[in-house]
């Protein structure tokens, strides 16, 4: 499972583009429909998520609240493209981003969490690449257990909206009825793989 939605983020840096799917009428009901053509799993008519994305149970309602104001003031649906993440998908994820040259400490707002993952980096690199991850995974694993996340992702409590599509006037829109709502919005539109990462607990 974990090779599966690490191969999945992988496959959603390059952001391929994905058909609108729509269920016709609006139906609060989940129909976890998989639609082998757009790659996507149809929930509902207001927000669909790519295979193997896990949406925190805590959390979908108010995720489902959103994606229904969304898609009422657009006529769009949501497209959810990360969920909850496990200690393993998110050291390869951090793995990638150093690989890369990114600011990892940065870009998490838990600093002292995401400087400890860099330092393990810094001494594991030199050893190889599946020394360094599993350097990065085991990091991650005690910050995880001691109830530290380096993102909310970790602690079910934040999800990924891609925003490849949406005009400017809709992209404002989404921030604005998630911060109505209490929803905290981390605008990643300029990363390799643009999206708002929006979370729902502090």
Not at 91 to 113: F, I, Q
Not at 159 to 183: Q, S, T
């Amino acid at each position: 499972m974990i090779g599966r939605a690490i191969a999945l983020l992988g496959a959603l840096t390059g952001e391929p583009a994905s058909a609108e799917v729509s269920t016709g009428e609006s139906s609060s009901a989940p129909l976890a429909v998989e639609s082998a053509a757009a790659s996507v799993v149809v929930v509902n008519a207001d927000y669909s998520q790519a295979p193997g994305v896990e949406v925190p149970p805590a959390i979908e309602p108010r995720l489902a609240e959103l994606a229904a104001a969304f898609h009422q003031a657009t006529g769009k649906p949501l497209m959810i493209t990360d969920g909850t993440r496990r200690p393993e998908v998110q050291a390869e994820l951090m793995l990638r981003n150093l690989e890369r040259g990114d600011d990892v400490v940065r870009n998490y707002a838990n600093k002292s969490a995401a400087r400890a993952v860099v330092e393990a980096y810094a001494t594991a690199r030199t050893a190889g690449r599946a020394a360094a991850l599993a350097a990065l995974t085991a990091v991650i694993q005690a910050q995880v257990a001691a109830g530290d996340f380096v993102s909310k992702h970790l602690r079910e409590g934040a999800v990924d909206v891609r925003c490849h599509g949406l005009e400017k006037r809709e992209r404002a829109i989404l921030k604005r009825l998630a911060k109505a709502r209490g929803i905290a919005v981390v605008d990643e539109s300029r990363t390799s793989t643009p999206h708002y990462h929006l979370n729902f607990v502090r």
